[in-house]
């Protein structure tokens, strides 16, 4: 019997090794999978790579991550967000390493990397500080910049309802960057609002297959990030 | 300025709206036309600003603001989000910017100074695949430099991508023969707007 159900986000992600580079979905706090987040925290790995659009806002969540100085180095496209404070201050300290990428560029290297293509030419930064040192290619009269896939050895991911089978749907604009992070890492764990039995989710609308899904665990009311950065939180919870 | 782009988008545009001013525009589409607003992070058909008490957190813009979503609308991952930038898919953007040159280069993402926290988002993959990459931006920085200029000085977001610039005082095309002046604002003659400008323009 295929079961990729765990209990709790911990034994999700107790395996999470020294080292390990980690995707994390989410577009600022839209799809940021919080509550895995939390465990990596409580769970304590270090000299992770991460790659995330965003670099975390507050002191919760992937900020929190970041702030424990479990992160060597961050590949995004926009680190600096409202309310956050901790990445700017250790990049300015020199404590964390950043690799800037372009957006579609980021999308593209991960879908990539979960799709057997090592690399691909792209017009997005010609002529701009982000192609220095990169081969350029001239085709059809255009020019275009090579970009590498990207891999990780797990995904964070947040979507709305799973099974245990690993079929997955999202929440709205919460989708981004999940369905691609899904597919480019040796191990996906998924955090769902809400388990369902295989066979509930219509196929038809089914957004990632679940043979690109190793581990689902249900967060029934996951946090919401501006709500605690309102209040000023910090995780651990220190109260 | 808002309100004169937003008059520019003929019925039936696919555009996306970038941060700050831009997202203004989607509140001053004339009424009987059908403009689409993509969002990058993953949406086309953002609606009007949800009235307070119904925002949801999980309905954003690129800005990680709060948005609605239009009747039609559909969401999707950022691969596809991207290809349709990418793809040439969208009829417009509309950007803000630090600075524009005279052949349609475009810096709108550093400043280059050393404590700038360097942050790119999506604009370099906007303004190589959309059609047409409309600027909007006050003629001048706070003291008075001029920010259409000659060369860029701030690092490059694309080079010769800017289709047309609206600012405070006038709307300039980028063409092949150089920043021509299709419109000035009321009360500004031609000049006001040479002396506020470093490059070079044809009335």
Same mark, same amino acid.
């Given at each position: ?77 926009? &680190? ?7 990445? &700017? ?7 964390? %390493? ?54 990780? #050895? ?47 989710? #219509?196929? %038809?609308?089914?957004?990632? &297959? ?30 | ?18 941060? =700050? ?38 309905? *954003? ?34 950007? =803000? ?38 600027? *909007? ?20 977001? =694309? ?42 323009? *044809?009335?």
């Amino acid at each position: 019997m295929i079961n990729k159900v765990f209990k709790t986000p911990k034994e999700a992600i107790a395996d999470i090794f020294d080292g390990a580079t980690i995707m994390i979905g989410g577009f600022g706090e839209a799809g940021s999978p919080i509550e895995l987040i939390h465990a990596l925290i409580d769970q304590g790995a270090k000299n992770l790579t991460i790659i995330s659009n965003n670099a975390g806002s507050g002191h919760v969540g992937l900020a929190a991550l970041l702030e424990h100085k479990r992160v060597k180095k961050i590949i995004c496209s926009y &680190p600096k967000t409202a309310f956050s404070e901790v990445f &700017p201050d250790l990049y300015c300290n020199g404590e964390i %390493e950043l690799e800037l990428v372009p957006q579609g560029t980021l999308a593209e290297r991960i879908r990539c990397g979960g799709a057997g293509i090592p690399a691909f030419y792209t017009p997005t930064s010609v002529g701009t500080p982000l192609a220095e040192g990169k081969e350029i290619r001239e085709i059809d009269g255009k020019f275009y910049v090579l970009e590498y896939a990207l891999k990780a #050895d797990f995904s964070l991911v947040k979507a709305y309802q799973g099974d245990r089978y690993g079929n997955l749907i999202y929440y709205k604009t919460g989708r981004n960057f999940g369905p691609i992070m899904c597919m480019a890492a040796k191990v996906t764990i998924a955090q769902v609002n809400k388990i369902v039995e295989v066979g509930e989710l #219509d196929p %038809e609308i089914i957004v990632t &297959p679940n043979i690109f899904v190793h581990r689902v665990v249900e967060v029934a009311n996951p946090l919401h990030e501006h709500v605690l950065v309102s209040q000023n939180k910090k995780y651990p919870w220190t109260e | 300025m808002a309100k004169l782009v937003a008059n520019d988008i003929p019925d039936g545009s696919y555009v996306n709206l970038g941060i =700050g001013i831009p997202e203004l525009i989607a509140n001053y589409v004339p009424h009987g036309r059908e403009v689409i607003i993509h969002t990058e992070n993953g949406l086309l058909g953002v609606g009007p600003a949800p009235t307070p008490g119904t925002e949801d957190f999980d309905l *954003i813009n690129a800005g990680k603001k709060p948005i609605t979503a239009i009747k039609g609308a559909c969401f999707f991952h950022h691969a596809d989000s991207f290809a349709m930038i990418r793809g040439g898919h969208l009829d417009f953007t509309i950007l =803000g910017a630090y600075q524009v040159s005279q052949n349609g280069d475009l810096a709108n993402w550093s400043t280059g100074s050393p404590n700038d926290i360097p942050a790119v988002g999506g604009a370099m993959d906007l303004v190589q695949g959309v059609k047409n990459v409309f600027v *909007i931006m006050s003629h001048t920085t706070k003291d008075g430099t001029p920010k259409i200029v000659k060369k860029c000085t701030y690092p490059l977001t =694309g080079v010769a991508v800017v289709s047309r610039i609206y600012t405070d005082l006038a709307i300039i095309d980028v063409t092949n023969q150089g920043l021509k002046v299709i419109k000035l604002a009321p009360g500004i003659d031609k000049n006001t707007l040479i002396n506020k400008t470093e490059a070079d323009l *044809i009335f």
